[in-house]
T-cell receptor, first 117, second 114 residues
């Protein structure tokens, strides 16, 4: 199946700094990617839809100036957590839509655990 | 807004026991339904999906799920679990746009003891 790679898998940063997380579709082109956030013992919460070549669409309550999304190519979307604070510590997961075959399918990255100290 | 409810947050079973994980969703229109599994340290993987047709869908690794429209449910079942089924299971729904915006349930952590 299609592969989505997220990097880094784990990052620790100081409060006030920015962190960039990359999501790559390795063997297919993805015009649409999604970014999710997962809190401990809770569900995946959709943060935003990343569209290649255009602005991301953010879900209600997600600060677009805080979580910058750039989908510069058909295989790469980045999420930058700006001026990170401890409350931004979480597990971030991306997914990419593979538009091949009869139906579309979402493939997920392995996630990035962000810890802000 | 759509929402997905998974009733069991943590399930513990012995090998060979039967499994049923509940999933209910709230959306009145056409929906696509999914079950994903996340093994420890691994990516989310698709177990099975329902788009239309036969409401009983079969997925990988012996899992199946039944879509009951009148109950807004899509419960996951497996007749006999194995230790290797230990994982977290997520039910998800979207509004008929294919594999697009997915709304996830809170997940069920399954532990299977040998």
């Amino acid at each position: 199946g299609a592969v989505v790679s997220q990097h880094p898998s784990r990052v620790i940063c100081k409060s006030g700094t920015s962190v960039k997380i990359e999501c790559r579709s390795l063997d297919f082109q993805a015009t649409t990617m999604f970014w999710y956030r997962q809190f401990p013992k809770k569900s995946l919460m959709l943060m935003a839809t990343s569209n290649e070549g255009s602005k991301a669409t953010y879900e209600q309550g997600v600060e677009k100036d805080k979580f910058l999304i750039n989908h510069a190519s058909l295989t790469l979307s980045t999420l930058t957590v700006t001026s990170a604070h401890p409350e931004d510590s979480s597990f971030y997961i991306c997914s990419a839509i593979y538009r091949g075959g009869i139906v579309n399918e979402a493939f997920f990255g392995q996630g990035t655990r962000l810890t802000v100290v | 807004a759509q929402s997905v409810s998974q009733h069991n947050h943590h399930v513990i079973l012995s090998e060979a026991a039967s499994l049923e994980l509940g999933c209910n969703y709230s959306y009145g229109g056409t929906v696509n339904l999914f079950w994903y599994v996340q093994y420890p340290g691994q990516h989310l993987q698709l177990l099975l999906k329902y788009f239309s047709g036969d409401p009983l869908v079969k997925g990988i690794k012996g899992f199946e799920a039944e879509f009951i429209k009148s109950k807004f449910s899509f419960n996951l079942r497996k007749p006999s679990v194995q230790w290797s089924d230990t994982a977290e299971y997520f039910c998800a729904v979207n509004d008929g746009g294919g594999y697009n915006k997915l709304i996830f349930g809170a997940g069920t952590r399954l532990a299977v003891h040998p």
